[in-house]
């Protein structure tokens, strides 16, 4: 089965930073990204990559994040530092494949609270 898991989520501090890996399977996904949603807001784009390796970021995060991807290993990962409470969310883990479907992980949790 096509499959995307994300892990990596948690409490930090303010000014803290985070790891989030999505683990991919079942498929060769070329456009990548991450999304987040906080409480009472839509879901937003957060970051994306594709295939070679472009990146785009939503500019509440630019400078702070930073989206990668190995593609013998099927994974991306979002590095997350100077970590503000406003970044607090679900994060998702998305993924489109040859075939031009778009799969979503579970999501993890990310919360920036002192």
């Known amino acids: 089965q096509v499959q995307l898991v994300e892990s990596g989520g948690g409490l930090v501090q303010p000014g803290g930073s985070l790891r989030l890996s999505c683990a991919a399977s079942g498929s060769i996904f070329y456009d990548m990204g991450w999304y987040r949603q906080a409480p009472g807001k839509q879901r937003e784009l957060v970051a994306i990559i594709t295939r070679g390796g472009s990146t785009n970021y939503a500019d509440s995060v630019k400078g702070r994040f930073t989206i990668s991807r190995d593609n013998a290993k099927n994974t991306v990962n979002l590095q997350m530092n100077s970590l503000k409470p406003e970044d607090t969310a679900v994060y998702y883990c998305?993924?489109?494949?040859?075939?031009?479907?778009?799969?979503w992980g579970q999501g993890t949790q990310v919360t920036v609270s002192s």
């Open positions: 998305n993924g489109q494949t040859q075939s031009f479907k778009t799969f």
